[in-house]
């Protein structure tokens, strides 16, 4: 996933919702993850993939997913994404912009 959407090791930390050092130590040990971690790594790949597809380019996708969103009360999507509902948050303004609701 870091490879795939360009992120660096403390985006993907807060998106797992673990310290940048136990990322480290998965990596060196190849220890596999928590349940909880692999669900939300699971719903970030899912959200960021359909951010893709609505914005229809990747590098732009990313770029919002890095940015303060004001349909988001200026919450940064990739912020979001560590809880279930946070993720729901950022899905729904996907999708009013792929429907093109003012958002």
Do not use: C
């Not at 609505?54 to 990313?62: G, N, Q, S």
């Not at 349909?71 to 093109?100: F, K, M, S, W």
């Amino acid at each position: 996933m870091q490879g795939a959407f360009d992120l660096n090791d403390e985006e993907l930390a807060e998106v797992l919702g673990v310290g940048t050092r136990t990322l480290y130590r998965h990596r060196r040990s190849a220890m596999p993850l928590s349940p909880q971690s692999s669900d939300r790594l699971a719903r970030a790949v899912r959200v960021i993939e359909y951010a893709i597809e609505v914005i229809e380019d990747k590098a732009a996708a990313l770029h919002w997913m890095r940015r303060a969103q004001l349909g988001l009360n200026d919450g940064v999507p990739l912020e979001l994404l560590q809880t279930d509902y946070g993720a729901r948050a950022v899905e729904h303004l996907l999708g009013r912009i792929d429907h093109g609701v003012l958002s």
